[in-house]
């Protein structure tokens, strides 16, 4: 009989429990022991769903309270020096300042670095290793959790990240396999204390596996897995790879002495049957046949014509499961009350996913028919290639800068803001009234220009030289959009987590993409109308709403692409006619939406830096383009990076502690245009002190030629309060002109 399991469920609650109570408790308004007493019911409740679809075994371990590395870099012992001083009174306290840099109980202090989980929109928390680590196991979570999961009934399989995946996401070393010897022995006793409990299976979790890796890392694996099978005594473990082809490790994967190995079939159907003969007599094949990144109904008749004869070759040993965890796919499709049914019944969350486990495990063991319906179908608009052949504006960069000097007169380190300013409650309340038709349009668009003339206010009392108008008026940088084009359908409770508390709503692209009106001409021009100063037009970029949307699977990404690129250009035109002279397109998913494997880059750059370029190949010279991008690795894609000509680029830097900076300032390759490094951290609620600012504003200097330095935070500032956000950009601002003088 073919079984049923999963690698990981959504932890934020069907309706957002998870993020109401962390923030709650953050802000003191709920009791610690309230807030674990909602963890508890999120894990019991997404074990009861796996245990209703017939799943064999329920995942255990996948819950955290911000991050799942997070959790890992605790339970082995993996925490920066810095965490120790003011510690917090209790391991919940000291977890959330590790994750934020604030908690309840302890002192303030730099919150952990944050990066993109391989290419999602999930942020984990970077690992700070040490070539003096020392590891030690601290499991009792995860072992309450198993014995959680045993007392009702439930057969727990543990979710864990294996070593070598745990080690490659760290930084602070330059040879992490060194650390390797000192991390196992942490992995074997967890396993016996897992097998202690009676656990049969622990989820291994490797998806460096689909990477390009390096010869040693690559033969780290049979070393490293033949130590852990020596030890794993009672215990089975399963290996998982996901989000990638594995390729050239696909032997290598089944060569180890593992039990049990999950591949990624959506990503690489073609690996199946290799895969499945590779197993031999004695392996478990995990096939992730249900497309754990996306909310399209699969294609159930399909995959049952693919793996009934796997079916009968494997008997027991050929586990259906989701292509990777559901963690990035929505909870539960019966929250959407206000979704048409035609909609509604080609699509699929988490829990019908668990429902499609087990329809598809019904008709492999039953050999029946169910009929399904698939995502809408579409045509091809010509050659994407073509259209994308001269997308580069009519002057270099040089010409350019020398009219737009001359256009602004900005002072040297000229300071802004990356677009969005405070949701406050008030605003959300107004939103929500006018949703449920409790105020009338002009009174919310009323409410709107008030927001934003405030906008301006606060910035000119702070002195910024280049203003932005808030984004009062945007629920999501993306899913604004997506409300604003044709060929979009939005969702009431389609959320996943992107770090922490921080929950998105991709829309969902249904059909072909157009815009039927302007989008933010004209906010973005009565902003303008109230001060002297340049206000910047705020748009987010083609790639970065395709790569946040939740896209359709009958044609090819690019030409989503690039229907949203001739949006967006159309939007250009009317802002820069509108007398918007500074427009920044917004491009934080650049690199997320970079394949895996580098001999996919080409392609991946070829359509997608021509969609971004495409927005604004026709502006004049004299309009300034910006773009910023945030918290990911830059260093492999400088060359995309460079090659979207934008004018100014601003980056997520000050959570990295300039790490990432470096590649935008080599000398040789980095970035040749203008470019400001945030200089403090938004996702933190610390406020950084002026003298701080002072200082890492001379360290960037040092790199950056300052006439083509700007000075900005590192990201938008919508999650934090209006208290935090004034003090934080006053000090900013009055950091700039103490470097500006002393340069002067």
Same mark, same amino acid.
């Given at each position: 009989?073919?079984?049923?399991?999963?690698?990981?469920?959504?932890?934020? *609650?069907?309706?957002?429990?998870?993020?109401?109570?962390?923030?709650?408790?953050?802000?003191?308004?709920?009791? !610690?022991?309230?807030?674990?007493?909602?963890?508890?019911?999120?894990?019991?409740?997404?074990? !009861?769903?796996?245990?209703?679809?017939?799943?064999?075994?329920?995942?255990?371990?996948?819950?955290?309270?911000?991050?799942?590395?997070?959790?890992?870099?605790?339970?082995?012992?993996?925490?920066?020096?810095?965490?120790?001083?003011?510690? #917090?009174?209790?391991?919940?306290?000291?977890?959330?300042?590790?994750?934020?840099?604030?908690?309840?109980?302890?002192?303030?202090?730099?919150?952990?670095?944050?990066?993109?989980?391989?290419?999602?929109?999930?942020?984990?928390?970077?690992?700070?290793?040490?070539?003096?680590?020392?590891?030690?196991?601290?499991?009792?979570? =995860?072992?309450?959790?198993?014995?959680? #999961?045993?007392?009702?009934?439930?057969?727990?399989?543990?979710?864990?990240?294996?070593?070598?995946?745990?080690?490659?996401?760290?930084?602070?070393?330059?040879?992490?396999?060194?650390?390797?010897?000192?991390?196992?022995?942490?992995? #074997?006793?967890?396993?016996?204390?897992?097998?202690?409990?009676?656990?049969?299976?622990?989820? =291994?979790?490797?998806?460096?596996?689909?990477?390009?890796?390096?010869?040693?890392?690559?033969?780290? %694996?049979?070393?490293?897995?033949?130590?852990?099978?020596?030890?794993?005594?009672?215990?089975?473990?399963?290996?998982?790879?996901?989000?990638?082809?594995?390729?050239?490790?696909?032997?290598?994967?089944?060569?180890?002495?593992?039990?049990?190995?999950?591949?990624?079939?959506?990503?690489?159907?073609?690996?199946?049957?290799?895969? &499945?003969?590779?197993?031999?007599?004695?392996?478990?094949?995990?096939?992730?046949?249900?497309?754990?990144?996306?909310?399209?109904?699969?294609?159930?008749?399909?995959?049952?014509?693919?793996?009934?004869?796997?079916?009968?070759?494997?008997?027991?040993?050929?586990?259906?499961?989701?292509?990777?965890?559901?963690?990035?796919?929505?909870?539960?499709?019966?929250?959407?009350?206000?979704?048409?049914?035609? +909609?509604?019944?080609?699509?699929?969350?988490?829990?019908?996913?668990?429902?499609?486990? &087990?329809?598809? +495990?019904?008709?492999?063991?039953?050999?029946?028919?169910?009929?399904?319906?698939?995502?809408?179908?579409?045509?091809?608009?010509?050659?994407?290639?073509?259209?994308?052949?001269?997308?580069?504006?009519? !002057?270099?960069?040089?010409?350019?800068?020398?009219?737009?000097?001359?256009?602004?007169?900005?002072?040297?380190?000229?300071?802004?803001?990356?677009?969005?300013?405070?949701?406050?409650?008030?605003?959300?309340?107004?939103?929500?009234?006018?949703?449920?038709?409790?105020?009338?349009?002009?009174?919310?668009?009323?409410?709107?220009?008030?927001?934003?003339?405030?906008?301006?206010?606060?910035?000119?009392?702070?002195?910024?030289?280049?203003?932005?108008?808030?984004?009062?008026?945007?629920?999501?940088?993306?899913?604004?959009?997506?409300?604003?084009?044709?060929?979009?359908?939005?969702?009431?409770?389609?959320?996943?987590?992107?770090?922490?508390?921080?929950?998105?709503?991709?829309?969902?692209?249904?059909?072909?993409?157009?815009?039927?009106?302007?989008?933010?001409?004209?906010?973005?021009?009565?902003?303008?109308?109230?001060?002297?100063?340049?206000?910047? *037009?705020?748009?987010?970029?083609?790639?970065?709403?395709?790569?946040?949307? %939740?896209?359709?699977?009958?044609?090819?990404?690019?030409?989503?692409?690039?229907?949203?690129?001739?949006?967006?250009?159309?939007?250009?035109?009317?802002?820069?006619?509108?007398?918007?002279?500074?427009?920044?397109?917004?491009?934080?998913?650049?690199?997320?939406?970079?394949?895996?494997?580098?001999?996919?880059?080409?392609?991946?750059?070829?359509?997608?830096?021509?969609?971004?370029?495409?927005?604004?190949?026709?502006?004049? #010279?004299?309009? !300034?383009?910006?773009?910023?991008?945030?918290?990911?690795? %830059?260093?492999?894609?400088?060359?995309?990076?460079?090659?979207?000509? &934008?004018?100014?680029?601003?980056?997520?830097?000050?959570?990295?502690?300039?790490?990432?900076?470096?590649?935008?300032?080599?000398?040789?390759? *980095?970035?040749?245009?203008?470019?400001?490094?945030?200089?403090?951290?938004?996702?933190?609620?610390?406020?950084?002190?002026?003298?701080?600012?002072?200082?890492?504003?001379?360290?960037?200097?040092?790199?950056?030629?300052?006439?083509?330095?700007?000075?900005?935070?590192?990201? *938008?500032?919508?999650?934090?309060?209006?208290?935090?956000?004034?003090?934080?950009?006053?000090?900013?601002?009055?950091? &700039?002109?103490?470097?500006?003088?002393?340069?002067?």
């Amino acid at each position: 009989m073919v079984q049923t399991h999963i690698l990981g469920y959504p932890r934020i *609650g069907a309706n957002r429990e998870l993020k109401k109570a962390q923030e709650a408790y953050w802000r003191g308004d709920m009791p !610690q022991q309230q807030l674990l007493q909602v963890g508890t019911e999120i894990r019991r409740g997404n074990w !009861q769903a796996q245990s209703e679809a017939g799943l064999s075994r329920v995942a255990v371990g996948d819950f955290a309270w911000y991050d799942q590395v997070l959790n890992h870099s605790l339970m082995f012992g993996v925490v920066g020096q810095r965490f120790a001083e003011g510690a #917090a009174d209790n391991k919940l306290d000291q977890y959330f300042r590790l994750a934020r840099g604030r908690a309840p109980s302890g002192q303030p202090v730099a919150a952990s670095a944050m990066t993109k989980w391989f290419d999602t929109n999930y942020h984990y928390l970077v690992p700070e290793l040490s070539n003096d680590q020392a590891f030690s196991l601290d499991s009792e979570w =995860l072992l309450d959790e198993v014995r959680e #999961a045993q007392s009702l009934g439930y057969k727990a399989k543990p979710v864990v990240i294996g070593p070598l995946t745990y080690l490659w996401l760290g930084r602070g070393v330059d040879s992490p396999l060194d650390l390797v010897s000192k991390l196992l022995p942490c992995y #074997a006793e967890l396993l016996s204390q897992l097998a202690d409990l009676g656990v049969e299976w622990v989820q =291994l979790d490797e998806p460096i596996l689909g990477l390009d890796l390096p010869d040693e890392w690559r033969g780290a %694996f049979d070393s490293t897995y033949q130590q852990i099978a020596a030890v794993a005594l009672g215990v089975n473990t399963l290996l998982a790879t996901y989000f990638s082809p594995l390729r050239e490790n696909l032997e290598l994967v089944f060569s180890l002495p593992v039990p049990g190995v999950h591949i990624d079939c959506v990503r690489a159907p073609e690996e199946l049957e290799a895969a &499945a003969q590779l197993a031999g007599k004695n392996k478990v094949l995990s096939a992730g046949v249900i497309n754990g990144r996306n909310v399209w109904r699969a294609d159930l008749n399909r995959w049952q014509g693919t793996l009934q004869p796997l079916a009968k070759q494997l008997g027991d040993r050929l586990w259906l499961s989701a292509s990777c965890s559901l963690l990035h796919s929505p909870v539960d499709l019966e929250t959407e009350i206000k979704l048409p049914s035609e +909609q509604k019944q080609k699509l699929a969350y988490s829990r019908q996913k668990l429902q499609e486990l &087990a329809q598809l +495990q019904q008709l492999l063991n039953e050999d029946t028919e169910i009929p399904v319906s698939g995502g809408e179908s579409g045509v091809a608009e010509g050659s994407i290639a073509d259209q994308l052949r001269d997308t580069w504006r009519q !002057q270099c960069f040089q010409d350019r800068s020398l009219v737009q000097a001359k256009r602004w007169k900005l002072p040297l380190l000229p300071t802004t803001t990356i677009g969005s300013f405070p949701q406050t409650d008030l605003l959300r309340g107004v939103r929500r009234k006018y949703r449920n038709s409790e105020i009338s349009e002009a009174d919310y668009l009323e409410h709107l220009r008030a927001e934003i003339a405030e906008a301006i206010r606060r910035q000119e009392i702070l002195g910024l030289d280049v203003l932005v108008h808030g984004e009062a008026e945007r629920n999501d940088m993306v899913e604004y959009f997506g409300e604003q084009l044709d060929g979009f359908v939005h969702t009431g409770n389609g959320w996943v987590q992107s770090y922490g508390s921080r929950c998105v709503k991709p829309p969902i692209i249904f059909g072909d993409i157009s815009r039927p009106n302007a989008m933010t001409v004209e906010w973005s021009s009565y902003a303008q109308s109230l001060t002297n100063k340049p206000v910047k *037009g705020m748009l987010t970029g083609p790639v970065t709403i395709l790569n946040w949307s %939740f896209p359709r699977e009958d044609i090819h990404r690019s030409e989503s692409c690039l229907q949203i690129a001739k949006a967006l250009r159309e939007e250009v035109l009317d802002l820069e006619a509108a007398g918007i002279g500074i427009i920044q397109i917004d491009e934080p998913a650049l690199r997320e939406g970079v394949p895996l494997r580098e001999s996919e880059h080409q392609d991946y750059f070829a359509w997608a830096v021509g969609c971004f370029r495409y927005t604004c190949s026709e502006v004049k #010279a004299e309009t !300034q383009i910006h773009t910023h991008m945030c918290y990911s690795n %830059f260093n492999a894609i400088m060359d995309a990076i460079v090659s979207l000509d &934008a004018d100014v680029i601003t980056i997520e830097s000050a959570r990295s502690d300039l790490r990432l900076l470096s590649a935008f300032a080599d000398k040789a390759d *980095g970035y040749p245009n203008e470019i400001g490094p945030g200089v403090y951290d938004i996702h933190s609620p610390n406020v950084p002190e002026r003298g701080e600012l002072v200082e890492r504003l001379k360290k960037i200097a040092q790199v950056v030629p300052v006439e083509r330095l700007w000075v900005n935070p590192d990201c *938008g500032l919508k999650t934090r309060n209006w208290a935090e956000v004034g003090s934080s950009l006053l000090n900013m601002v009055e950091a &700039a002109r103490t470097v500006r003088t002393e340069l002067a």
